[in-house]
């Protein structure tokens, strides 16, 4: 049986995964505490995610994109905020040591941190219902974070990537008709770091897109005490949701569907050029959906300029 510190060295201190000695990254795992340096200029920026079983993702889910998820979801926050990693912390509970579960696990984790250059910088390992945390630590230019308070009236609203595929995998976890669906929607949403980390100091606000676009978008709109106008003609539906439903549908489920983290960029008018630019260099789908205004709320037009109300207007845990 496998005691606590051969978990840590094998499975999480491993190469490609443990943070290795750097100019910000002083010490990683393996003291009492790591050791982080922030650069004259810049900001830490923290985030934290809890993945518990059962609540956000099924009994027997595949460990290594459990891994995927857990990890690339942090991500999306720093992206949000503008902020490139540079490192992330594990809280791991598990109701026994499974080595080949840790085994999975940490390959997904190595994976997903190797791709997006973001290494373990240490964690906590202890005995309970499956359950990860991981908080992820970015830095950003001072001043330059992309706060959700900073949406001014006149902005341009835009959205990167598709919407509504996470959450259509969601709804077809059960039938699981098409394994890939899931697997790289709902567990291996591409953090928008490089678009993000561009954005910094050019977009007034940003988040990512976690509870659905209207909810996300309301937080900015309500941060910034101003509301917003959107047109439907401009989501970007996801093309796979137009196969398995209607169009109206669709709609529905790409405004209020959760699970995307794409990303909201509001842009001041004199940015949009520099914006477009950005997003056409870093290789990713950027499109503007509207204007945020100085009246509440967020009104909807269709094609035909007539208003338009969704109800749902995404996911909240603990409410009815
Ligand atoms: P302490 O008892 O001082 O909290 P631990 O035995 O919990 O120390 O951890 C020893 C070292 O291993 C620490 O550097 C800690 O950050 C690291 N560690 C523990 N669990 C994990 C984990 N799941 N992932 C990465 N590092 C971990
Ligand atoms: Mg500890």
Request: with cysteine; net charge negative.
């Amino acid at each position: 049986m496998l005691s606590e510190f051969d978990i840590i060295r094998t499975f999480f201190n491993q190469p490609g995964l443990g943070a290795t000695p750097g100019e910000v990254t002083r010490l990683g795992i393996g003291d009492d505490c790591a050791l982080l340096s922030v650069p004259p200029g810049k900001e830490l920026a923290l985030s934290m995610d809890t993945l518990v079983e059962k609540i956000h993702f099924p009994e027997n889910a595949p460990p290594e994109l459990l891994a995927w998820r857990a990890l690339s979801v942090n991500l999306s926050d720093l992206a949000a905020m503008g902020a490139t990693p540079v490192g992330f912390t594990l809280s791991l509970a598990m109701p026994e040591v499974n080595e080949s579960w840790l085994q999975h696990f940490s390959k997904g984790l190595k994976n997903c941190a190797e791709k997006f250059q973001c290494p373990l910088l240490g964690g906590d390992t202890t005995k309970g219902p499956l359950t990860m945390t991981i908080q992820v630590h970015g830095l950003v230019s001072s001043g330059q974070a992309l706060v959700r308070s900073g949406a001014r009236a006149g902005d341009s609203i835009y959205v990167s990537g598709s919407l509504g595929l996470a959450a259509l995998a969601v709804i077809q976890f059960d039938e699981a008709q098409d394994q890939t669906l899931l697997e790289e929607a709902f567990y291996k949403p591409a953090p928008r770091l490089a678009l993000g980390s561009g954005a910094a100091g050019l977009a007034s606000a940003g988040i990512d897109i976690s509870d659905g676009l209207l909810a996300d978008l309301g937080h900015v709109c309500r941060a910034s005490s101003k509301g917003a106008e959107i047109q439907l003609a401009d989501i970007p539906v996801s093309p796979s949701l137009q196969k398995s439903m209607s169009t109206e549908e669709a709609l529905a489920l790409a405004l209020t569907g959760g699970d995307d983290y794409e990303l909201i960029l509001t842009v001041p008018p004199s940015r949009e050029g520099e914006m477009e630019t950005l997003a056409h260099s870093v290789d990713t789908p950027l499109i503007c959906i509207g204007k945020i205004t100085d009246a509440e709320g967020i009104t909807c037009f269709d094609a035909f300029g007539e208003q338009r109300t969704f109800q749902k207007s995404g996911y909240q845990h603990f409410n009815p």
